[in-house]
């Protein structure tokens, strides 16, 4: 009698379409619940506790952010990291659209370049920042080197040591090693374009300009959404660039939030303090992804209509 | 410093100058007369983590000692090497969560962030600190701060100091390294006419950045005061800064940006005539295959860091740790580990083969071989007995950790000396940052 009641229950449930899909998600779930929401939340929730590294912590609300908000580091971080991410990304779009263009034309050895254009991406990052940090070394630089010898400056740029060079000397890091991701993929956009459209609009004899603005933007539109929603995080997260080229400095000039958040919560044992500052990134994260979707994606937009 | 410390360290130093007068004998006599014993438990077996590693003769001399303890005890010892900088987060943890290696080396304040969580070791400490001529100052502040209670053993300090090239010092006019702060100045003024200026680092770097401290030290400035009560933004601490700027005048430039590497690079190719480091730049050369890198080795020198108005030794090291934590479930053969390591055979030899980098806590060790074997190590030997910790000169916990971590003096200096801001302009800047690490 009971043997028969499970066969039926495992029957019934064998049969059941949403029974089963719930069994089938659950790997999936469980993983996301684990290695995702579980940090996130523990995030969240230490940034609302005094825990150091080691030591529990109490709820002490709103305090974290309070002090943040009226720490000069912070607000410093938050500015770097702010400018860091829309230059970047900006230099990043613009070069890497323009690089997909020229990839998607019929080179000589358009394979070969397409490998080529993927190496600063494959290349860790930790080693192409090793790199950048000699290439901007203030003893050291090749390129100041090269430049004295070519008798443009009498003096070794001082690439890291003053504020604004330092910013800009990390940005340029960062858009070489992330052109790459934003090339390849908008170069896998325009394949997708199906090449009547250009035939279509070359016999209405539409100018190149004109091919570009109506023919290849608006259907590269979602694509570009995606591949800039991706970069702008990636950009904003940073870390591991500055942490070697500078640290954050000089004067604290090119720390972003990520690394600020890892010198106060590991090496400052301020866990608390670090976590806020993490999850004070979340809503910049969350309005670049909102800004993507609901903008970008925008069905009139992406069939060249314009807004009603 | 309290008085009392003082005066426990003066009874020490006594009982080194009558060590150096026995001679080396001396510690096997005392060492019956002064006896301890720890009975490790049956079937003890010992993980230990550890920083690894500046120069491998270290790990190398630590990992024998290690053979011969099991050796002579039975007991298993597994080491496990954690670069420095990691082995905070993971001693916290550990601690926290009451699981993990049996006996930790840290560094700088770490015991200080969990003093309960950790083997109290005061019979060990003391019967060391009689035996081998008394635990230096710094190292009761770092590791008695109760004037009491021993939270675990000091290990020593990986000394920082002025390194310079003896010829470059001479064609401007000094023929050794200034004792004071004037004539460092004069100096470095010098050093920069003739062309071969020094550079220190004034980036985010966590160890070359010590500098700093000594220079705020030695002109009476410091972070807070006895109670904790920050008083950074003081007349003396903007006396400091203005040395600091006529200092940074006379750099090689780029020094905002130098991080630990940037000096020991510019040293070695020949870009600077002084820097403050570890022993590292002269092993460097010393062993380097490029000949002429080698042959700057003879013209490498050191010297202690000069005495600013206070008139005393200012200095600032990377101090270690040796911590027993309280879970272990072999407190005995922790100590018993621990005891074996600091004696004079077992700590000698690793003293040597660390080969002056790393400096010994205990004023004894101050004639063991490596300080004479090489003229050029012998004042890397005082880089413990002149030492203040870090978070001078309050207590120690986790403000003094955070403080430290957040560049805050290493900025103002950097910010006064590069006239980013005035002298008080920086000074009222760290006052408020560090006011938010002091709050409670």
Same mark, same amino acid.
Request: hydrophobic share 20%; charged share 35%; proline share 14%.
């Given at each position: 009698m009971r043997a028969n009641g499970k066969s039926t229950m495992l029957e019934k449930l064998q049969n059941s379409r949403n029974a089963l899909g719930l069994i089938f998600m659950l790997p999936a779930a469980v993983l996301l619940l684990v290695f995702l929401t579980y940090p996130l939340g523990l995030g969240t929730w230490l940034g609302f506790t005094d825990a150091k590294v080691g030591r529990s912590g109490v709820w002490i609300g709103l305090e974290n952010y309070e002090f943040l908000w009226n720490d000069s580091v912070t607000r410093l971080a938050l500015f770097n990291t702010l400018f860091y991410t829309a230059v970047a990304s900006i230099v990043k779009f613009f070069l890497g659209l323009w690089l997909a263009i020229l990839l998607n034309?019929?080179?000589?050895?358009k394979t070969f370049f397409r490998a080529v254009i993927l190496l600063p991406y494959i290349v860790p990052t930790a080693l192409s920042a090793i790199a950048f940090w000699w290439l901007y070394d203030a003893q050291f630089s090749v390129i100041s080197w090269v430049l004295t010898r070519l008798g443009l400056i009498d003096r070794y740029i001082d690439f890291l040591g003053e504020p604004w060079n330092a910013r800009f000397s990390t940005i340029a890091a960062n858009v070489w090693r992330g052109v790459p991701f934003v090339a390849i993929t908008l170069l896998a956009g325009l394949q997708t374009i199906s090449p009547s459209y250009y035939e279509a609009s070359a016999i209405d004899g539409a100018s190149p300009w004109q091919q570009f603005r109506h023919v290849t933007l608006p259907l590269l539109t979602p694509i570009i959404a995606v591949v800039m929603t991706f970069s702008v995080l990636f950009t904003f997260t940073d870390f591991q660039l500055i942490y070697v080229i500078t640290r954050g400095g000089p004067l604290n000039a090119t720390h972003l939030m990520a690394t600020l958040s890892f010198q106060r919560a590991i090496s400052g044992g301020a866990l608390g303090e670090g976590a806020a500052i993490s999850i004070a990134m979340v809503p910049f994260l969350l309005a670049a992804i909102m800004f993507s979707y609901f903008g970008l994606q925008r069905r009139a937009w992406q069939q060249g209509g314009s807004d009603k | 410093m309290s008085e009392f410390n003082r005066r426990k360290f003066l009874e020490g130093s006594a009982g080194v100058a009558a060590a150096i007068g026995a001679g080396s004998a001396l510690f096997a006599t005392s060492a019956q007369a002064q006896t301890i014993a720890f009975k490790p438990e049956k079937g003890a077996k010992l993980r230990v983590l550890r920083w690894s590693r500046f120069v491998q003769g270290d790990i190398d001399q630590y990992m024998k000692n290690v053979a011969k303890f099991t050796e002579k005890t039975g007991i298993e010892v597994r080491v496990d090497n954690e670069g420095w900088e990691d082995v905070r987060p993971k001693a916290a943890v550990a601690a926290n969560t009451g699981a993990g290696p049996d006996i930790i080396l840290s560094t700088n304040d770490d015991a200080n962030l969990y003093p309960e969580k950790l083997l109290d070791v005061t019979d060990l400490a003391e019967y060391l600190g009689k035996k081998y001529g008394g635990w230096y100052p710094a190292c009761e502040a770092y590791l008695r701060p109760d004037g009491k209670k021993w939270l675990g053993l000091a290990l020593g300090a990986a000394g920082s100091m002025m390194v310079y090239r003896q010829s470059h010092l001479k064609a401007a006019g000094f023929d050794a390294f200034p004792k004071t702060n004037d004539e460092f100045l004069k100096m470095l003024r010098a050093l920069k006419d003739k062309g071969t200026p020094g550079g220190f680092a004034l980036g985010n770097a966590t160890g070359d950045s010590l500098w700093t401290n000594w220079l705020v030290w030695s002109f009476g400035g410091k972070l807070v005061d006895k109670d904790n009560k920050v008083v950074i933004d003081s007349p003396e601490t903007i006396k400091a800064l203005e040395f600091g700027k006529e200092m940074y005048a006379t750099f090689v430039p780029g020094t905002l940006s130098w991080l630990d590497p940037n000096n020991n690079k510019a040293f070695l190719d020949g870009q600077i005539s002084v820097t403050n480091n570890g022993i590292s730049i002269y092993y460097a050369a010393k062993n380097s295959q490029d000949p002429k890198v080698k042959e700057m080795a003879a013209d490498i020198n050191h010297a202690s860091f000069p005495i600013g108005p206070v008139g005393v030794p200012t200095e600032s090291h990377l101090f270690f740790n040796q911590m027993v934590m309280k879970y272990t479930k072999y407190p005995q053969a922790a100590k018993e580990f621990l005891r074996f390591m600091m004696e004079w055979e077992q700590f000698d030899p690793w003293l040597s083969a660390a080969g002056g980098y790393i400096a010994q806590p205990l004023a004894g060790y101050e004639k063991s071989a490596v300080w004479t074997?090489? @003229?050029?190590?012998? @004042?890397?030997?005082d880089s413990v007995k002149h030492m203040r910790p870090t978070g001078y000169a309050g207590k120690l916990g986790y403000a003094s950790a955070g403080a430290g971590a957040d560049f805050i003096v290493a900025n103002m200096v950097a910010e006064a000396a590069s006239g980013q801001k005035t002298p008080k302009e920086a000074a009222e800047r760290a006052q408020k940052r560090a006011e938010r690490y002091y709050r409670v």
């Open positions: 034309r019929n080179l000589r050895f | 074997v090489d @003229p050029k190590n012998t @004042p890397y030997r």
